[in-house]
């Protein structure tokens, strides 16, 4: 049978539109109630629907969702938005976990897997072997007296190194095992143990680092504020709920309030940091230049492996159950950000310094900083501090600047505009000019 051209298919849907019109013409003369374009339910012989079915649930025609076992795209979003719950481990993972029939991963029945577990398990038992001996040199060297090795800095310079050996070979131990991998892949690792701490440590610098060290560059961070630099902590910011990424521009009427830190050190051990948050694009008409301004200084405020978290807003907050009164962190309240009308962005950089060891700073001291022509570098000379991590975000004049500037007790600075200077060209250009 020849297909039909579509110009005619076109003609022959308008007929039948025009027979359907023709038709509910005459129903309407014969008294037939006809409904044109409504959303209602048709009300036929004076019977009124009270009870109508509730519509079906359209997320229940989704089926069963496992964290376990999603595998696409769409299923993980729907177990997101219904369930609430993020999946677990790798996509690859949970695909694999599909056809394993819940055998644990150690034990998949692959042959070639087993037999390379075997040779792993050879290589493992070969490196605690020589962290043993590496162990026993250890204590040796520890027993000689300093004088019979060059002194006591000979001494622990061998130590030193001795050590740092043994660390690799802890590391080179479980590098390989595939349960170690297995967990940290699925978030369940324990920072408290080297080889996880060793994981996060390449995957971070593999990636965030490498956007940090960008954003660092571009925005001239160094050396405008520090003259050099060098991340070894993942610092991430956010303000309620959203998470700020290095560089990005932050609402004014969001940056009001205090934000919350993640600081993931790398490191074994507690130690005490300072938050520091700088602005350094602080305009000053009379010199026409820009200056410092400090919004934030906290001390004393301590971090490890798994203390990782610093909420800025809670870190003072005194429990009702306290009997005594917890010591201050903050020394510098949070200044809100804001920038003028017709302004460039301003660069807020939030740097967390690492305090000498074992030592508390003084926040009733520290508390008498001038925010203004804030230097950064003497701050951190004078307290003998060293930069761990870093993060920055931009704020630049919106709707809500005026508002954040009287609150926090600018007001006579919100009808103050900038606007760029017209620079008058030199006199054997300016007739040029006029014939362009």
Same mark, same amino acid.
């Given at each position: 049978?020849?297909?039909?051209?579509?110009?005619?298919?076109?003609?022959?849907?308008?007929?039948?539109?025009?027979?359907?019109?023709?038709?509910?013409?005459?129903?309407?003369?014969?008294?037939?109630?006809?409904?044109?374009?409504?959303?209602?339910?048709?009300?036929?012989?004076?019977?009124?629907?009270?009870?109508?079915?509730?519509?079906?649930?359209?997320?229940?025609?989704?089926? =069963?969702?496992?964290?376990?076992?999603?595998?696409? /795209?769409?299923?993980?979003?729907?177990?997101?938005?219904?369930?609430?719950?993020?999946?677990?481990?790798?996509?690859?993972?949970?695909?694999?976990?599909?056809?394993?029939?819940?055998?644990?991963?150690?034990?998949?029945?692959?042959?070639?897997?087993?037999?390379?577990?075997?040779?792993?398990?050879?290589?493992?038992?070969?490196?605690?072997?020589?962290?043993?001996?590496?162990?026993?040199?250890?204590?040796?060297?520890?027993?000689?007296?300093?004088?019979?090795?060059?002194?006591?800095?000979?001494?622990?310079?061998?130590?030193?190194?001795?050590?740092?050996?043994?660390?690799?070979?802890?590391?080179?131990?479980?590098?390989?095992?595939?349960?170690?991998?297995?967990?940290?892949?699925?978030?369940?690792?324990?920072?408290? /143990?080297?080889?996880?701490?060793?994981?996060?440590?390449?995957?971070?610098?593999?990636?965030?680092?490498?956007?940090?060290?960008?954003?660092?560059?571009?925005?001239?961070?160094?050396?405008?504020?520090?003259?050099?630099?060098?991340?070894?902590?993942?610092?991430?910011?956010?303000?309620?709920?959203?998470?700020?990424?290095?560089?990005?521009?932050?609402?004014?009427?969001?940056?009001?309030?205090?934000?919350? #830190?993640?600081?993931?050190?790398?490191?074994?051990?507690? /130690?005490?940091?300072?938050?520091?948050?700088?602005?350094?694009?602080?305009?000053?008409?009379?010199?026409?230049?820009?200056?410092?301004?400090?919004?934030?200084?906290?001390?004393?405020?301590?971090?490890?492996?798994?203390?990782?978290?610093?909420? #800025?807003?809670?870190?003072?907050?005194?429990?009702?159950?306290?009997?005594? =009164?917890?010591?201050?962190?903050?020394?510098?309240?949070?200044?809100?950000?804001?920038?003028?009308?017709?302004?460039?962005?301003?660069?807020?950089?939030?740097?967390?310094?690492?305090?000498?060891?074992?030592?508390?700073?003084?926040?009733?001291?520290?508390?008498?900083?001038?925010?203004?022509?804030?230097?950064?570098?003497?701050?951190?000379?004078?307290?003998?501090?060293?930069?761990?991590?870093?993060?920055?975000?931009?704020?630049?004049?919106?709707?809500?600047?005026?508002?954040?500037?009287?609150?926090?007790?600018?007001?006579?600075?919100?009808?103050?505009?900038?606007?760029?200077?017209?620079?008058? =060209?030199?006199?054997? /250009?300016?007739?040029?000019?006029?014939?362009?």
């Amino acid at each position: 049978m020849a297909s039909v051209p579509k110009p005619l298919r076109q003609l022959h849907t308008c007929l039948r539109c025009i027979r359907q019109t023709n038709h509910n013409s005459s129903s309407l003369r014969n008294g037939a109630s006809v409904r044109l374009l409504s959303s209602s339910s048709a009300v036929r012989d004076g019977v009124v629907e009270v009870n109508a079915a509730p519509p079906p649930d359209a997320m229940a025609q989704w089926g =069963p969702l496992d964290p376990n076992t999603v595998d696409n /795209k769409r299923d993980e979003r729907r177990l997101v938005r219904r369930e609430g719950l993020q999946p677990i481990g790798s996509r690859r993972r949970r695909v694999a976990l599909q056809y394993a029939n819940l055998v644990p991963f150690e034990q998949l029945p692959y042959q070639c897997f087993q037999e390379a577990r075997k040779v792993l398990q050879e290589d493992r038992e070969e490196k605690l072997k020589q962290m043993e001996t590496q162990k026993l040199r250890m204590r040796n060297l520890a027993a000689q007296d300093p004088a019979a090795m060059g002194g006591v800095q000979a001494k622990e310079t061998r130590l030193g190194s001795m050590r740092a050996r043994l660390n690799e070979l802890i590391i080179l131990a479980d590098i390989n095992d595939p349960m170690a991998k297995k967990r940290f892949e699925d978030g369940e690792g324990d920072m408290n /143990k080297p080889i996880y701490r060793y994981l996060a440590d390449r995957k971070w610098r593999q990636y965030k680092r490498l956007i940090l060290e960008q954003r660092i560059k571009q925005l001239s961070i160094v050396p405008d504020i520090l003259p050099a630099l060098d991340p070894i902590a993942d610092v991430d910011l956010a303000f309620g709920r959203r998470k700020i990424g290095p560089g990005d521009f932050v609402d004014s009427r969001v940056s009001e309030g205090m934000p919350r #830190l993640k600081v993931q050190t790398f490191e074994p051990g507690q /130690k005490l940091v300072t938050v520091v948050v700088v602005d350094p694009d602080v305009p000053v008409l009379d010199k026409d230049s820009f200056t410092y301004r400090c919004h934030f200084i906290a001390n004393n405020i301590p971090i490890s492996p798994t203390e990782t978290s610093i909420p #800025l807003n809670m870190i003072d907050h005194q429990p009702k159950a306290a009997t005594e =009164p917890s010591p201050k962190h903050i020394s510098v309240p949070w200044l809100s950000p804001w920038a003028h009308r017709g302004a460039p962005y301003h660069r807020l950089a939030v740097f967390v310094l690492e305090q000498p060891q074992g030592e508390s700073l003084d926040v009733e001291k520290i508390s008498k900083t001038k925010r203004m022509d804030f230097i950064l570098r003497s701050f951190i000379d004078k307290n003998k501090l060293k930069p761990v991590g870093v993060t920055l975000f931009r704020t630049k004049w919106d709707e809500n600047t005026a508002g954040v500037m009287e609150r926090a007790g600018f007001g006579d600075q919100v009808n103050v505009e900038f606007k760029r200077k017209r620079i008058e =060209p030199l006199p054997h /250009k300016r007739r040029t000019e006029r014939m362009r």
